[in-house]
């Protein structure tokens, strides 16, 4: 390589070097945090229970932080596999915490959770994240909270009700605003079937219990309720709809045109909102969506549904300063 050649790939490397200086830091990433108490003895818990950290590059201080939670019909899926845009936010300053959380039994599989130990776990990450945050550069008065499907489902049940962040040790005031994205509004579908099989199971018991000798054939206790359907719609306290208060945080109800029933869901979950007398309750249909495609392009630049998101965060935080 004659004495021309070698300066030219010198001044490549050194000008290739110049380039990478000029970038940004990247930004932190902090896997698989443990949230719930350190004495937690359910094992399922302490295998499931943790949370990744997506915070801003350098020593920016005071940013929001979206605390997510995943899909997946609260018997699947994984933080893992849910936020491939978080980087892209914390890159605009939004941190996000992406948590597990237990999840119902499917088929055969034993050793799982079922209502409320979602909700728990969901209300223990935010409270983490709340006492926690401000370790790593973040705002404890600028916690959101957020979630697609299953994961909405969780976001509006512990911004709604107050029992469960109360239970978890924070004040539930304390949320700076809640995005549930494409969730259930009414009792979810997993807990209605986590119900009905413990009817069934319930009156298959009971029809294998044989009489003591002598008995009554008859009996006036109340027969066994008929078995919950997956697909019977219910409102009680297992529903974000049964949970409408003037107090709540803010909340930007998020659904997809071609969703069907989740529309309708998230109208009513906004109207008995407003009803309620809560003034900061958005509801907003984006057209051509369905229900996967709400969250497929959240890292997107021109996204519409990033976009209202971090419009909505940089609104509430533009009103704290």
Known sequence: MNTSIKLLCTAAVMISGMLRADEPPPIRVLK????????ESDAYARSRCKLDLYLPPGDVRGFPVIVWFHGGGLGGGSKDGSVAWAPSFAAQGVAVAAVNYRLTSRGNVAGRARYPAYIQDAAAAVAWVHANIEKHGGDPRRVFIAGFSAGAYLTAMITLDRRW?????????????????????YTHGTIRSERSRAVAATATETATVEAPEGAEEES?????????????????????L????????PIFLFVGEQEGGRVIEN???????????????RFQIFPERNHGGMVRRLSDPTDTVRNAMLEFIREIVAGQE
């Open 267 to 281: 109208r009513r979950m906004h109207e008995a909102l407003l009803k309620a007398g809560h003034s900061k309750a």
């Open 32 to 39: 698989d945090i443990f949230y719930r108490a350190a004495d």
């Open 242 to 249: 049964f949970h409408p208060r003037t107090d709540a945080p």
């Open 165 to 185: 962040l109360t239970e978890a040790g924070m004040n539930p005031d304390a949320v700076a605003g809640a995005l549930p994205i494409s969730g259930q509004m």
């Open 220 to 240: 006036d206790a109340e027969p066994a309720p008929a078995a919950v359907t997956r697909r019977a719609p219910v409102i009680d306290e297992a529903a974000p």
